[in-house]
């Protein structure tokens, strides 16, 4: 079975200060990786996915993930917080079965 | 853009009721999905289908059924909707048939309340 575990359902971090969104992932094949982000009252759209080309990968909006095989973790930084960055942000793998499994989500809050 | 659209936005339905959620999407994309939100349990897969016709269970099928018969439009049914199934439903799509490093693109989701 492939499973997600994303630590910490919601994050606080201040404007301007390091985002760190921790994933960690089980699957007996090598996975694809992704992270998706909602905004409000939104669907979800992608931030940035990982399929064992480079081991670290860089989204939009600022944001990258380093793969880590021997951590199992694929977690999602970005240097500088904005305003704008508060939303909810999932992590998703495809590994032994062909379809994308979710993790719980992370609420995260940027404050001034 | 590829744009991913649900019928409804709010839906309000009563115990019992036979409930159609209806997605469209524009961009020719083989790969269709469902997902229910629930706060505390992310996103849970319920239906998916790769082709016109085709399904497939997801994880928690029990009490849905879904529709293809066009390759844009798939259909997720509740045959008697419960209390159980108040959710936020997502459809998504992406291309290639059964491809499993795809992006998925989401519509917007229906907020389903059940009376």
């Known amino acids: 079975a492939q499973s997600v575990t994303q630590l910490g359902s919601h994050v606080s971090v201040s404007e301007g200060a390091l985002v760190l969104l921790r994933c960690n992932y089980s699957?007996?094949?090598?996975?694809?990786l992704f992270w998706y982000v909602q905004y409000p009252n939104q669907g979800l759209q992608l931030l940035l996915k990982?399929?064992?080309?480079?081991?670290l990968v860089k989204g939009i909006n600022g944001f990258e993930a380093e793969f880590k095989k021997s951590e199992t973790s694929f977690h999602l930084t970005k240097p500088s917080a904005h305003m704008s960055d508060a939303a909810e942000y999932f992590c998703?793998?495809?590994?032994?079965?062909?379809?994308?499994?979710f993790g719980t989500g992370t609420r995260l809050q940027v404050t001034l | 853009d590829v744009k991913v659209t649900q019928s409804s936005r709010y839906l309000v339905k009563r115990t019992g009721e036979k409930v159609f959620l209806e997605c469209v999407q524009d961009?020719?994309?083989?790969?269709m999905f469902w997902y229910r939100q629930d706060p505390g349990l992310g996103l849970r897969l319920i239906y998916f289908?790769?082709?016109?016709?085709?399904?497939e269970k997801g994880d928690i099928p029990e009490g849905y059924s879904v529709s293809r018969e066009k390759k844009e439009r798939f259909s997720l049914i509740l045959e008697s909707a419960s209390t159980n199934q108040t959710s936020m439903y997502l459809c998504?799509?992406?291309?290639?048939?059964?491809?499993?490093?795809?992006?998925?693109?989401f519509g917007s989701g229906t907020q389903l309340s059940v009376l």
């Open positions: 289908s790769y082709d016109v016709k085709m399904k």
């Open positions: 998703a793998l495809t590994g032994t079965a062909s379809k994308l499994t």
């Open positions: 990982y399929t064992s080309a480079a081991t």
């Open positions: 998504a799509s992406a291309r290639g048939r059964g491809a499993t490093n795809e992006k998925l693109f």
């Open positions: 961009m020719d994309h083989e790969n």
């Open positions: 699957s007996s094949v090598p996975p694809y």
